[in-house]
């Protein structure tokens, strides 16, 4: 089998391609597989909104679920199962990814439960327990980067355990997270663990930014309010990488730890699928391409890319002062932005957990009528 030329050259750029879904469908039929052969997918991404879509279609968790039930298992028993067997599949699938890259890709995320996003405690331990069930070096726990999952970032981190920082959307949020890896890798290296092992990504949001920036720019509704629309994603994920260059290409906190074997801690673009269908379907994957750098992309982005998507480069390095003008004329405009990012953060939380307690109600009817 043969890689998409579009999706070659992009990880030839140094972008590492991951998807962001997964189900038992594509462990079971071999479509994981198909894309690591054909799409040059290295790593993928889970959420709860991914693991609730996937267990609401179809019946491939029909003989699992019916079994759990058989054996008393609750709805969260159930989930965690569910799901943990899911990830440990999809780590197998990608261990040869995982080996060849020296552990940077062949990676799989989980996240732990969203309902613990503003409980440091809750997720510190819930990290551990998830990172024991699936049992793979290649696994990663997802964290949001809320004020209360930042400690629990450091703290996961001082354990040994590699972390995919999720739901930021500011370069100020993403800079305390950066902060947070540092002081992770800081006590593990005290506590004696191999910091080479430990591997993290900052997973930013894009298109997120741009829907919400986008509606307060039509409220505006000047011709130069109207003009600015679709730009706010790309020039923040850009200011993004200009803060991760200045911490960890040469940064005096990360030298030592370098020293030592530390990786630094990849920028990774999420939200990435279009959702205006008045912007290109590849805007978020081509504007983006920088090296070591992650794009995890739902299948439709990933397809859109291999069909038209036109890799010239690194479309980021020595970006940062226009983007910067960007966000000065946002802001010159009217656009409140530490507001956007607080509403955006507040309904990524509200959205996991939403899908959350729909996974956990599904689940309990299957659980039901398993039991009769």
Same mark, same amino acid.
């Given at each position: 089998?043969?890689?998409?030329?579009?999706?070659?050259?992009?990880?030839?750029?140094?972008?590492?391609?991951?998807?962001?879904?997964?189900?038992?469908?594509?462990?079971?039929?071999?479509?994981?597989?198909?894309?690591?052969?054909?799409?040059?997918?290295?790593?993928?991404?889970?959420?709860?909104?991914?693991?609730?879509?996937?267990?609401?279609?179809?019946?491939?968790?029909?003989?699992?679920?019916?079994?759990?039930?058989?054996?008393?298992?609750?709805?969260?028993?159930?989930?965690?199962?569910?799901?943990?067997?899911?990830?440990?599949?999809?780590?197998?699938?990608?261990?040869?990814?995982?080996?060849?890259?020296?552990?940077?890709?062949?990676?799989?995320?989980?996240?732990?439960?969203p309902r613990l996003a503003h409980d440091t405690d809750k997720t510190i331990l819930?990290?551990?327990?998830?990172?024991?069930?699936?049992?793979?070096?290649?696994?990663?726990?997802?964290?949001?980067?809320?004020?209360?999952?930042?400690?629990?970032?450091?703290?996961?981190?001082?354990?040994?355990?590699?972390?995919?920082?999720?739901?930021?959307?500011?370069?100020?949020?993403?800079?305390?997270?950066?902060?947070?890896?540092?002081?992770?890798?800081?006590?593990?290296?005290?506590?004696?663990?191999?910091?080479?092992?430990?591997?993290?990504?900052?997973?930013?949001?894009? #298109?997120?930014?741009?829907?919400?920036?986008?509606?307060?720019?039509?409220?505006?509704?000047?011709?130069?309010?109207?003009?600015?629309?679709?730009?706010?994603?790309?020039?923040?994920?850009?200011?993004?990488?200009?803060?991760?260059?200045?911490?960890?290409?040469?940064?005096?906190?990360?030298?030592?730890?370098? #020293?030592?074997?530390?990786?630094?801690?990849?920028?990774?673009?999420?939200?990435?699928?279009?959702?205006?269908?008045?912007?290109?379907?590849?805007?978020?994957?081509?504007?983006?391409?920088?090296?070591?750098?992650?794009?995890?992309?739902?299948?439709?982005?990933?397809?859109?890319?291999?069909?038209?998507?036109?890799?010239?480069?690194?479309?980021?390095?020595?970006?940062?002062?226009?983007?910067?003008?960007?966000?000065?004329?946002?802001?010159?405009?009217?656009?409140?932005?530490?507001?956007?990012?607080?509403?955006?953060?507040?309904?990524?939380?509200?959205?996991?957990e939403k899908s959350w307690h729909e996974l956990l109600e599904a689940t309990r009817?299957?659980?039901?009528?398993?039991?009769?």
């Amino acid at each position: 089998m043969t890689q998409n030329p579009n999706l070659a050259a992009l990880a030839a750029a140094g972008v590492s391609v991951w998807l962001d879904d997964l189900s038992r469908d594509r462990l079971q039929t071999g479509n994981l597989q198909e894309l690591i052969d054909t799409r040059s997918v290295v790593g993928v991404t889970t959420n709860p909104s991914i693991f609730q879509a996937a267990l609401s279609k179809g019946h491939a968790y029909d003989a699992q679920v019916k079994e759990l039930a058989e054996r008393g298992a609750d709805v969260d028993a159930t989930i965690r199962t569910v799901t943990t067997d899911d990830v440990r599949n999809a780590c197998d699938v990608l261990a040869k990814q995982y080996e060849l890259s020296d552990g940077v890709d062949g990676r799989v995320s989980i996240e732990v439960d969203p309902r613990l996003a503003h409980d440091t405690d809750k997720t510190i331990l819930q990290a551990i327990e998830l990172w024991k069930i699936v049992d793979r070096p290649n696994l990663l726990i997802k964290i949001p980067a809320t004020m209360a999952g930042l400690p629990a970032i450091t703290a996961v981190i001082a354990e040994g355990i590699s972390v995919n920082v999720t739901l930021i959307f500011s370069v100020e949020r993403h800079r305390l997270v950066m902060d947070a890896y540092l002081a992770g890798l800081e006590k593990a290296k005290e506590a004696g663990h191999d910091l080479s092992k430990i591997h993290s990504v900052a997973s930013f949001f894009v #298109s997120r930014v741009d829907t919400e920036i986008d509606n307060r720019l039509e409220k505006i509704g000047s011709d130069e309010a109207l003009a600015l629309r679709g730009k706010a994603g790309v020039a923040n994920a850009r200011l993004a990488y200009a803060a991760y260059e200045e911490v960890f290409l040469g940064g005096e906190r990360f030298e030592p730890l370098k #020293s030592a074997g530390a990786r630094v801690q990849r920028p990774l673009w999420a939200s990435t699928g279009v959702k205006n269908p008045d912007y290109s379907d590849t805007l978020y994957v081509t504007e983006l391409v920088a090296p070591n750098t992650v794009n995890t992309m739902p299948e439709k982005t990933i397809e859109a890319v291999a069909d038209h998507g036109v890799v010239t480069g690194d479309t980021i390095t020595g970006t940062a002062a226009e983007s910067q003008e960007m966000f000065d004329k946002l802001t010159a405009i009217g656009v409140d932005l530490p507001d956007v990012f607080t509403v955006l953060e507040d309904e990524g939380v509200e959205k996991f957990e939403k899908s959350w307690h729909e996974l956990l109600e599904a689940t309990r009817g299957q659980l039901d009528s398993a039991n009769g």
